[in-house]
C-alpha cells in the first residue's frame, strides 16, 4: 500500500479519498480550514493545513483541483513539489493545459520527481463505484508507479501517450461533448418547428440511432438549457482551453467549433 497525499478532497475528490482509504493505502489530504479537515477526517483521511505537510514523505501526491491556475498555485507557489521526495510521483486530475503538466515535470525533474496527468471522465457516482475513467500520460514507469493508487478509483485506466497525451485526449473528449450539446440544441429548434416537444424529442432520440451518453443525460434534465445552467461552466473551461492550444499548434476546431457555439455559446466564459 502507497502513502498518498491529496489535494482537492471536494466534489470530486473526496469520493477518490474514501475509495483510497478504502483499498488500504494511508491518505493525508489539504483542508485549509477546521471544517474542511473535519470532513476530510470523516473520509478516513489524515489531514494537513499546507501543501508541503500533504507532500512530506507520501509516494503518490494526487491533485484534484479546478482550474490550472490552482494546480500552479498548490504545486509551486505552495511549495508541495519541492516537498516531494526523490522517487515520488506526481498526479495531476485537473483538466487543463498539457503545458501545466510539462512545466511542472520540468521542476520536478530537479527534485527527482515524477508527473503524471490524469484527468478524469465521469462524475462522483462513477468514483464512488470505482468505475471513473481516466485518461493517463506520462512515461511508462511513472504510470506504472501511479496505477495501484488510481485503480482505487479508476476504470479503465487508459495510458494514451506520453506526458500531456492524457490532458490532449480529455480536451479533445470534452470538444466532442460540448459539440453535441450544440448538435442537440439544432435538433430541438427543428423539432419544434416540426412540432414536437423538447421534453418528448430528447426522451425519443435516447432510443434511436442517434443516442448517446450525451443525449441521455440532456434528456435526463428535461432540456438542452437547463443542462447547460448545470455543466455549461465546467464544459466551456475545457473549450476555453482546446481553443487556446489548438490556436498554438497552428490549427483550429474546424466544424467542431460551429456546433459548440450553437450549443454553450458564449456562455463558456471560465468561472473564476
Known amino acids: 500500500m502507497s502513502r498518498v497525499g491529496f489535494v482537492g478532497a471536494g466534489r470530486m475528490g ?14 493525508t489530504a489539504l483542508g485549509r480550514t477546521p471544517e474542511k479537515r473535519a470532513a476530510a477526517s470523516d473520509l478516513g483521511a489524515a489531514t494537513a493545513a499546507e501543501p ?25 507557489d505552495g511549495g508541495l513539489l519541492a516537498a516531494m521526495a526523490p ?18 515535470a520540468a521542476r520536478g525533474r530537479d527534485h527527482g520527481v515524477d508527473v503524471v496527468d490524469a484527468p478524469v471522465s465521469g462524475g462522483p457516482h462513477d468514483i464512488a463505484a470505482g468505475a471513473v475513467t481516466l485518461f493517463v500520460g506520462g512515461s511508462e514507469a511513472a504510470v506504472e508507479r501511479a496505477r495501484p493508487v488510481l485503480a482505487a478509483y479508476g476504470d479503465p485506466i487508459l495510458h494514451v501517450g506520453p506526458l500531456g497525451a492524457g490532458q490532449s485526449v480529455k480536451l479533445v473528449n470534452n470538444t466532442v461533448f460540448a459539440a453535441q450539446i450544440g ?29 448517446s451518453r450525451v443525449s441521455n443525460m440532456i434528456a435526463g434534465r428535461g432540456s438542452v438549457d437547463a ?11 475545457d473549450v476555453d ?20 457555439s450553437a450549443g454553450i455559446g458564449d456562455r463558456n466564459a471560465t468561472p473564476t
Do not use: N, W, Y
Open 87 to 104: 522517487g515520488a510521483t506526481l498526479v495531476i486530475h485537473t483538466t487543463g493545459s498539457p503545458d501545466t503538466a510539462r512545466l511542472l
Open 183 to 211: 448538435l442537440l440544441r439544432e435538433a430541438v429548434r427543428l423539432g419544434g418547428a416540426l412540432g414536437v416537444a423538447e421534453p418528448d424529442l430528447l426522451t425519443a432520440l435516447t432510443h434511436g440511432s442517434s443516442s
Open 241 to 260: 482551453v482546446v481553443r487556446a492550444i489548438a490556436a498554438a499548434a497552428g490549427t483550429d476546431l474546424g466544424l467542431l467549433d460551429e456546433a459548440i
Open 227 to 237: 443542462f447547460i445552467d448545470m455543466a455549461g461552466a465546467f464544459v466551456g473551461k
Open 52 to 76: 508541503v505537510d500533504v507532500a512530506t514523505g507520501a509516494d503518490i501526491v494526487v491533485v484534484c483541483v479546478f482550474t490550472d491556475d490552482q494546480v500552479r498555485a498548490v504545486c509551486l
Open 14 to 27: 473526496a469520493p477518490m479519498v474514501r475509495r483510497l482509504v478504502g483499498a488500504g493505502h494511508t491518505v
